[in-house]
T-cell receptor
């Protein structure tokens, strides 16, 4: 069975500081990993994804994520946080070889960036 | 490209009525669509997988007679909440997957529908 864990309900950082939102996953095969952001009463916005290749993936709005196979992690990072980054962040996974299956989401992490 | 729309964006209904939510892939064909449900400040929980021309596959604990799914074309799936009750109030999000069996095909998400049952 596939699963995603986001161990932190909330992450607080000051504007200008680096941020990390943690995610670990479990899949039986090769992982197809995603990060999405959600603003209040809005749908999901795609940030980035990892399929294969370079372990450091760069995405939208200056975000990046590092795939670590040995630790089964896919942490989201940004070198310098903005107040406008405050939102709900979801990590999601599916088995890359199971093309017809849905993404499974973590519980979400609320990022709060203070000015 | 790869835009998914949902209609309506918000709906308020009385308890006991039925509500239909549409999910459309606007610029691509989707043989598979997924329906998720999200409670406030919680994650997206997969409700069902909708395949064009066949019956939907429901996740454990989701009542198929209450949440009717119809995927009649390659661009449209509908979710009907029958005899809605206040506990059905939630944010319903659909996603559509590009047609074809490629493992690279990702899901594209709609903007969500806020259902409030009074």
């Amino acid at each position: 069975a596939q699963s995603v864990a986001q161990p932190e309900d909330q992450v607080n950082v000051a504007e200008g500081n680096p941020l990390t939102v943690k995610c670990t996953y479990s899949v039986s095969g090769n992982p197809y990993l995603f990060w999405y952001v959600q603003y209040p009463n809005r749908g999901l916005q795609f940030l980035l994804k990892y399929i294969t290749g370079d372990n450091l993936v760069k995405g939208s709005y200056g975000f990046e994520a590092e795939f670590n196979k040995s630790q089964t992690s896919f942490h989201l990072k940004k070198p310098s946080a903005l107040v406008s980054d405050s939102a709900l962040y979801f990590c999601a996974v599916r088995d890359f070889n199971q093309a017809g299956t849905a993404l499974i989401f973590g519980k979400g992490t609320t990022l709060s960036v203070s000015s | 490209g790869a835009v998914v729309s949902q209609h309506p964006s918000r709906v308020i209904c009385k308890s006991g009525t039925s509500v239909k939510i549409e999910c459309r892939s606007l610029d691509f064909q989707a043989t598979t669509m997924f329906w998720y449900r999200q409670f406030p400040k919680q994650s997206l929980m997969l409700m069902a997988t909708s395949n064009e021309g066949s019956k939907a596959t429901y996740e454990q604990g989701v009542e198929k007679d209450k949440f009717l799914i119809n995927h009649a074309s390659l661009t449209l799936s509908t979710l009907t909440v029958t005899s809605a009750h206040p506990e059905d109030s939630s944010f319903y999000i659909c996603s559509a997957k590009l047609a074809g069996g490629s493992s690279y095909n990702e899901q594209f998400f709609g903007p969500g529908t806020r259902l409030t049952v009074l």
